[in-house]
Every structure is written in structure tokens, then in C-alpha cells.
């Protein structure tokens, strides 16, 4: 080969090199980051999107459920090209390969940030993809250029050594990427096949005038992508509903196994629960609504017939992960569940799939076993849970809580629309009120209760004059119950104090 041809294959070489490094890191990042944030996959997912439909027919004809393999290799060698592409071009007219690899990262960045729920995350890994292509594709091609004689020798060895370490190095990282999110993709494929049967019941169209329509404050149902999310697993576990069973055992007189298709053959109603988190700090955001699909506890529990003296059920997650329950607070005729959907689809993974515990009026930690498995009957004097185990109580009724949303740190001055939200799930909001400064106690408006299981919106029409002011919100619940200004700590059992806020008026 003359000079020009080796250095030009060498080019071709190193842009495949720079393209196989630069999705092997992206997937990997998104592997850690976000399984569905993955380059790859949301720029596969961008282009079947495109697909005009006769030609996604053809293809899924012609491969079967083999298309989207088929698409990911035609796609991988579609980028691997491009490396080639650019290599060539960063020999020729530096930095044209740079370039090339730029816009191919943001069209991936594109394509994963215009993915259904996407959020900042998810263009993370497009970014890496971007920023490692062109460091590798400058260092190697860099070397290509013509030297002082003499020294290409060594140099040429050292970068077809360079070329193959980085193209390994990337294919190893992909596939790493691949083996570590092959779980969350069975998952998601079983979740894509389940049909959850109609409702039985479904719930009322929201009252008008539960939101108080004033802008900034948190939605009245969460959209799953903005539900807060907690969890003892750094991945989520995955859970097979072909083989899922909960075992109902413990203190019962009829123990017994119940299947996924099984439960759902039980009927499903819907409703609407609050959830939140013992963690929430006064003014945080680990509270959120949905609407959830489930079967009632109570029912399940009827059939095995807990034995008298029995006062808990201690529910265990595949991750290990129980919670410590009052049987009275499952059994009282509250809408106490066990989901199988929220919002409308199938319970996501990271919420608990195929099947999770819902009670209004406890906290998440002693009720809302996701992954669930089994549920003991027991009592509070046999047995203690993950968390009571790690100092918190054993026992987590939700506390009267309010919280502010707007205005933010500045205002300017005249009418300012203060609101947020209140909550005492199962008790109910009866009154919210807000302080300025050290004024007296106002009474808000209250948006329409939905129901006592879920939060309520307020809000206070404030005629802001200029300087700094001090904002105190607090709620009374239908007990008649005042929230407490006592400050105490999330740990063992919720936090308490008033959420109070500084505004800049001026
Ligand atoms: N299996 C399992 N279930 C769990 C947890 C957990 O770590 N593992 N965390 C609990 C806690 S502390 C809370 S606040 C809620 C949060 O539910 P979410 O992630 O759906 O918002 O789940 C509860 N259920
Ligand atoms: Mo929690």
C-alpha cells in the first residue's frame, strides 16, 4: 500500500475505534445512569418512530420479532461507518471528523431528551458518547499526520496497538452495558405484555376546583415520571409475573398462595392515594398522588382468616426491603391495596412491578412494599422491620403537614398568589392558614377535597408590599388537630415544624 493508503486506512481504523469507544462508554454511563436513557436505544427508538408503516410491517415481517436486534445491528454498523467517515475526514481536513461525531452525539442527545418522560439524565449519555468520539478520534488521527522521517515507524506500531485496545475497550463497555441491563429489559418486555383486565370500579372524574389553578403549584396527580421514588436497591429488582406468587402465612387459620393472573381475575377497582415518604423533610418533596389500580388487602386477608392476638402484617419485598403494617389499619375498610397499576398503565418497575402495597394514612415505609412477596400475619411483639431494625419506629402515621409552593424568593410587589399544598392522608384537611411576618394567623381558600386520601391545594391572595417578609403556612386536619410549629427530625417517625418561607418583595 503507498503512504497515503496505509495512513488513510489507519484513519478508518481509528474513526471505528472512536465511534466503537464512544458507544461502549455511552451505554455504559446510561447503563448506570438510566437504562432507557441508552444512546442506542432512544436513537433506535427516534427511528422507529420515523419508520413510515408499511416499511415497519415489512421489516417486522421479515425478521419476526427479530426487528429490533435487526434495527440495533444495522444501526451499530450504521455509526461504526460514520467512525470510518469521520476518521477519513479528520485525516484530510481536521477537524471535520470532530465535527461529524458532534452532530451525531446531539442527534442522539435529541433523540433521548424527545423520549416520553425523558429528563435531564437522559441526554447524559449521549453527551459522553460525544465528548469521548472526539477525544479519541483527535488523539489517534492526530498521530496520523505526516512526521519527520524516521519516526513513523514506532508510532504506526504503537497506534494500530492504540486503535485495537480502544476499539475492545468500547466493545467490552457495550457489552457490559448490555449484560447489566438485560434484567430491566426482561422486565420491561414482561410489562409490555401484560393486559390488565377492565376496572370494576373505576374512580369519579376529578371534582372541579381541586386544583386552585394557580401556576407553580405541584399538579394534583403526579405524572409517573415525576412520582418520587424511594428504595433500599441501587437497581430496582426484577420480578417475573409468569412465576410471581404472594404467599398470605403467619398467624392465619387458611394460609394460602395467590398467582399474578389470579389476582387479577379478583377484579380490580381504581382509586386515588397520597403517598409520601417518612424522610420528607417540613417543605420537601417526597409526597405525590396517583391514581392506582389494585384489589383490596382486606380481602385477601379475609380469606386467610388472621388468628385473634394478631395485630401486624409484616410485608417483605423481592428486595429484601419489609414493612411493618397494623393489621386493624389493612382491615378496617380503608382503601388499603394491593396495585398492580397506576396512572392508567401497568405499576412500573421502579414503583413496585407486578405487584406493591398501597394504604392511605402511613407512611411509605411501613406500608408500601413494592416487589412485594409475602405477607406474615403477625404481631409487633414477634417480629420488627427494615427500618425499625435502622431506628425508626415501628408504627408510621402520616402527619398533619403543609407545605408552600408559591411565590418563589422574589416578588415584585401588589397581589401575589401564595399556595401549595396540605395533607393528612385518611384524616383529611379541614383548614390551612398562613402567616406574614408575625401577623395573625389568615385562613386560605381550599381547593375541593377529592377525597381524605389525598393531598389538598390552597391558596392566599397577599398584597405584597416592598422589603423582606416571612411566609408560615400550617393545616388543621378533620380531627381537628393543628400542625405543630415543634421542630422535630424526619427520624423516628416524620418530621414535624411549620414550612416556612423569605420572600423579596421589591
Ligand atoms: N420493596 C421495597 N418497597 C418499598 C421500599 C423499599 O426500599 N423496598 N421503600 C419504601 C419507602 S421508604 C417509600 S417512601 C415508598 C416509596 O414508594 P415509591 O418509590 O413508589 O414512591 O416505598 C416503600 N416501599
Ligand atoms: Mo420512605
Redesign the pocket.
Known sequence: MTELGTRRALACAAGVAAAAAAIGAGELVAAVLHPSASPLLSVGSFVIDLTPGFLKETVIRAFGTGDKPFLLIVLLVLLLVLGAVAGLLELRRAPLGRVLIVVVGLVAAGAAATRHGASVVDVTPSLVDLVVGVFVLALLVGRLRPRAAGEAGPTRRGLVIATVVTAAAGALAGWGASAATAGSRRVASAIARVRLPKPVATVEPLPAGVSVGVPGVAPFLTPTAD???????LSP?QVDPSSWQLEVTGEVEQPFRITYAELLAMGLSESRTT?????NEVGGG?I?TATWLGVPIRDLLARARPKAGADMVLST???G?T?SSPLSALTDGRNAILAVGMNGEVLPN???FPV?MVVPGL???VS?????QSLQVTRYSEATA??TNRGWSEKGPVKVSSRIDVPGRSVAPGVVAVAGVAWAQHTGIARVQLQIDDGPWRDCELGTEASIDVWRQWKYRWIAERGTHTLRVRATDRNGLVQTAKVADVVPDGATGLHTVQVQVG
Not at 403517598?275 to 424522610?279: A, D, G, K
Open positions: 412520582f418520587y421514588r424511594i428504595d433500599i436497591s429488582p403517598l409520601m415518604c417518612v424522610s417526597l405525590s419485598g423481592a428486595d426491603f414493612a421502579l414503583h413496585g406493591r407512611y411509605g415505609y408500601a412494599t413494592k416487589w412485594l427494615y427500618w
